[in-house]
């Protein structure tokens, strides 16, 4: 069964880092593209990043390129999102999901990151 | 980018009525190679991950129930709800994963009348 369970989320102050996790179960990290999303209090969905299947290939959403860095340890079956220089605006509850055959069919169950002083 | 607008912000819906939802892209998703939409469905409750109802535009996801559905092409879309359920209460989003950054509609919410 294919699973996603994120973890380290949290309140930091505006201006820390956290880096989130994101154990996959019952599938290879290395044969699937890997994406992150976010869903702010009372706003839309939000892509955030993405990771191809080799780990070579990133892209992120404009704002929060320079600050964050998707990344993955096959070994570990583990999908990371770290987050540095956090703002107000990126509070939000994270998700990663996988993409295959046209679709974004399996997401995690989020992890709520709160910035704020 | 690829601008996604949803059409009506919040519509209510009598139980075992028609519910129809609208989406708009600001530019085609339809790709000329595959002749597909990159278009998606999703239903969002409170507390809950995303859950993917459509994808290809029209494609039902495993699983999903039969009164879902969804059509269009190019740039409008609808998810239609045949007979709505009371747990269809939910926020619905469309997403287009044609180009990146891959956008969202803003949400339409979803009541029961």
């Known amino acids: 069964e294919v699973q996603l369970v994120e973890s380290g989320g949290g309140l930091v102050q505006p201006g820390a880092s956290l880096t989130l996790s994101c154990a996959a179960s019952?599938?290879?990290?290395?044969?699937?593209?890997m994406y992150w999303f976010r869903h702010a209090p009372g706003k839309g969905l939000l892509w955030v990043a993405r990771?191809?299947?080799?780990?070579?290939?990133?892209l992120y959403a404009d704002s929060v390129k320079g600050r964050f860095t998707i990344s993955k340890d096959n070994a570990r079956s583990t999908l990371y999102l770290q987050m540095d220089s956090l703002r107000a605006d990126d509070t939000a509850v994270y998700y990663c999901?996988?993409?295959?055959?046209?679709?974004?069919?399996?997401w995690g169950q989020g992890s709520l990151v709160t910035v704020s002083s | 980018d690829i601008v996604m607008t949803q059409s009506p912000d919040s519509l209510a819906v009598s139980l075992g009525e028609r519910a129809t939802i609208n989406c708009k892209s600001s530019q085609s998703v339809l790709s000329s190679s595959n002749s597909k939409n990159y278009l998606t469905w999703y239903q969002k409750k409170p507390g809950q991950s995303p859950k993917l109802l459509i994808y290809w535009a029209s494609t039902r996801e495993s699983g999903v129930p039969d009164r879902f559905s969804g059509s269009g092409s190019g740039t409008e879309f609808t998810l239609t709800i045949s007979s709505l359920q009371a747990e269809d209460v939910a926020v619905y989003f469309c997403q287009q994963y044609y180009s990146p950054p891959y956008t969202f509609g803003q949400g339409t919410k979803l009541e029961i009348k």
């Open positions: 999901a996988r993409f295959t055959d046209g679709r974004f069919g399996y």
């Open positions: 990771l191809s299947p080799d780990g070579n290939n990133k």
């Open positions: 019952g599938f290879s990290l290395n044969v699937y593209w």
